[in-house]
T-cell receptor, first 114, second 110 residues
């Protein structure tokens, strides 16, 4: 069965320090993987996506993620956190063989301290 | 820009009422989805549709039904609203892998 596990429910960093949000997936097929961000009282916005091209994926606002098949991981990173990065982040796997059904992780809330 | 529009941002309904949540997308996407989002539980799939008049149950379909009479519109129906259906409801559409989300409808059942 396909699943997504976000290893931290909450991450707190100081402004200007690196961000690491961890995600592991389980999929029988070569997956499409995404990171979405949700700011308070806002909809979900796509940060970046992996669809079997380059394993290092760059997204918006300086975020990037690396697909590691051997570790079944797709961790999200950013070199230097900004206050505006405070939000909830979701790791998502897409099941192309099921009409594009999306499986969400539980979410990681990122706090950024001044 | 792709647009997924949900008809209401906030709704308050009474227990037992029949509730309709509407979602419209303007990009001719085949796939449409309804999720509910609850604190600590993330997003859970209620129903999805990959074509007009087609529907598939997601992980938590109980107490809900859906309708897709036109490609651009996907409706979520709460047959008899209950307080445990108080939640944020999110609609999404996609053609291939990437999904686009509406702003959400925060439903309160009293």
């Amino acid at each position: 069965a396909q699943s997504v596990t976000q290893l931290d429910s909450h991450v707190s960093v100081s402004e200007g320090t690196p961000v690491l949000l961890r995600c592991n997936y389980s999929s029988s097929y070569s997956p499409s993987l995404f990171w979405y961000v949700q700011h308070p009282n806002k909809g979900l916005q796509l940060l970046l996506k992996y669809t079997s091209a380059a394993t290092l994926v760059k997204g918006i606002n300086g975020f990037e993620a690396e697909f590691k098949k051997s570790e079944t991981s797709f961790h999200l990173t950013k070199p230097s956190a900004h206050m505006s990065d405070a939000a909830e982040y979701f790791c998502v796997v897409s099941l192309y063989n099921q009409g594009g059904k999306l499986i969400f992780g539980q979410g990681t809330e990122l706090s950024v301290k001044p | 820009d792709v647009k997924v529009t949900q008809s209401s941002r906030y709704l308050v309904k009474r227990t037992g009422e029949k509730v309709f949540l509407e979602c419209v997308q303007d990009m001719d996407h085949e796939n449409m989805f309804w999720y509910r989002q609850d604190p600590g539980l993330g997003l859970r799939l209620i129903y999805f549709s990959y074509d007009v008049k087609m529907k598939e149950k997601g992980d938590i379909p109980e107490g809900y039904s859906v309708s897709r009479e036109k490609k651009e519109r996907f409706s979520l129906i709460l047959e008899s609203a209950s307080t445990n259906q108080t939640s944020m409801y999110l609609c999404a559409s996609s053609r291939t892998a990437e999904a686009f989300f509406g702003q959400g409808t925060r439903l309160t059942v009293v």
